[in-house]
C-alpha cells in the first residue's frame, strides 16, 4: 500500500500563488510516476499535471500548462505543484495520485489517492 498526504491549499486571491506537497509513504518503490488531479463542485475530476520518479517524463493538462509546475524530491518522497498567476476556475480540490505506469495522464492509471486539498481562488 501507499500512503499520499496533500497539504498546502487555501484561499488565494486571483493572480496570486500557492504550493502544494504531497507526502508519499509506504511501498512507494511499485510506484513510478506521480500526479496531480483536481475536482471542481459538479465536475468531474480532471487531469493536472504528473511526473515520473526519475523526473522526467512530465506532462501538463492544457489549462495549467506555463503557470503550473510540477517537481519531486525523492529523498523526501514528496512532489510538489508550484500553481502561479491563479485563476477562480482553478478553484477546487486537488488530489495527489500514485501510478505503477511511468507515463500516466489518465485517471484510471491510477492505483492511490491522497484525500485531497482544497485551493480557492477569489476573484
Known amino acids: 500500500q501507499v500512503q499520499l498526504v496533500e497539504s498546502g491549499g487555501g484561499l488565494v486571491q486571483a493572480g496570486g500563488s500557492l504550493r502544494l506537497s504531497c507526502a508519499a509513504s509506504?511501498?512507494?518503490?511499485?510506484?513510478?510516476?506521480m500526479g496531480w488531479f483536481r475536482q471542481a463542485p459538479g465536475k468531474e475530476r480532471e487531469f493536472v499535471a504528473f511526473?515520473?520518479?526519475?523526473?522526467?517524463?512530465?506532462n501538463y493538462a492544457d489549462s495549467v500548462k506555463g503557470r503550473f509546475t510540477i517537481s519531486r524530491d525523492i529523498a523526501k518522497n514528496t512532489v510538489y505543484l508550484q500553481m502561479n498567476s491563479l485563476k477562480p476556475e482553478d478553484t477546487a480540490v486537488y488530489y495527489c495520485?500514485?501510478?505503477?505506469?511511468?507515463?500516466?495522464?489518465?485517471?484510471?492509471?491510477?492505483?492511490?489517492w491522497g484525500q485531497g486539498t482544497q485551493v480557492t481562488v477569489s476573484s
Open positions: 495520485a500514485a501510478s505503477s505506469n511511468w507515463y500516466a495522464h489518465m485517471r484510471n492509471e491510477y492505483d492511490y
Open positions: 509506504g511501498r512507494t518503490f511499485s510506484t513510478s510516476a
Open positions: 511526473i515520473s520518479w526519475t523526473g522526467t517524463p512530465i
